[in-house]
């Protein structure tokens, strides 16, 4: 069993940055993928980024074409912690955004929420212009 708690959102100004935490506690040996959603309200879950894990120093990560250039996943295997820097922040990124884990690889749950079984509670990231 993994848990994941998040941490790190916040309220900031268009073109401001923020760092997302999401720690990861219980079976971390489990996680074959780690990834971060977003949904606003009255749309989908989206997926934002992923990274995946247990391959130190050549891990491979995928982003949305939204977020390409601005965002960067990392993951501190060490501290069972993955990170989503957020630079270049706009309006249009305001969103509750999630953790999500899976012990499959991320080729095969991709960006597809329905295939990640382990989520965090969400944090609010809320972009002003």
């Known amino acids: 069993q993994v848990q994941l708690a998040e941490s790190g959102g916040g309220s900031v100004q268009s073109g401001g940055s923020l760092r997302l935490s999401c720690g990861a506690s219980?079976?971390?040996?489990?996680?074959?993928?780690m990834a971060w959603f977003r949904q606003a309200p009255g749309k989908q879950r989206q997926g934002v980024a992923h990274?995946?894990?247990?391959?130190?120093?050549?891990?491979?990560?995928f982003y949305h074409d939204s977020v390409k250039g601005r965002f960067t996943i990392s993951l501190d295997s060490a501290k069972n912690t993955s990170y989503l820097q957020m630079d270049g922040l706009k309006p249009e990124d305001t969103a509750m955004y999630y953790c999500?884990?899976?012990?499959?690889?991320?080729?095969?749950?991709?960006?597809?929420?329905?295939?990640?079984?382990?989520w965090g509670q969400g944090t609010q990231v809320t972009v002003s212009s």
């Open positions: 219980g079976n971390t040996n489990d996680i074959g993928c």
């Open positions: 999500a884990a899976d012990r499959r690889t991320c080729s095969l749950v991709a960006s597809a929420a329905h295939r990640f079984g382990t």
């Open positions: 990274i995946t894990v247990g391959r130190e120093g050549r891990e491979l990560t």
